[in-house]
């Protein structure tokens, strides 16, 4: 498995950090900061699934206004691993 950090911009996370297997996969998901609950979820619901696919659900979602969300900033870090 491949370990990706992301820091994201104009969110509370201050730092995403996953693994990738050779499926492209994703697994250990952790979001360092923002609403700890919510992203510890977020985790829990991807663990084991596609990271293209997630990425494609993600993509978009917006918190309060702010054009984009930790979600929006996984879509981006993983979107940036496939291309």
């Known amino acids: 498995m ?3 950090t992301y820091y994201p911009k104009g969110v509370c ?3 995403i950090d996953y693994e990738l297997d050779e499926e492209g996969k994703i697994h250990n998901l952790k979001f ?5 609950g919510n992203l510890k979820a977020i985790g829990l619901l ?3 699934n596609d ?3 997630a990425a494609a659900i993600l993509k ?5 206004g702010k054009g ?5 900033q996984l879509a981006r870090s993983l979107e940036e691993v496939f291309n």
């Open 32 to 36: 360092t900061g923002g609403c700890n």
């Open 60 to 64: 978009g979602n917006d918190c309060a």
């Open 13 to 15: 996370a201050r730092q």
């Open 51 to 53: 990271a293209r696919k």
């Open 46 to 48: 991807l663990e084991g």
């Open 2 to 4: 491949k370990k990706y």
């Open 68 to 72: 984009t969300s930790c979600a929006d």
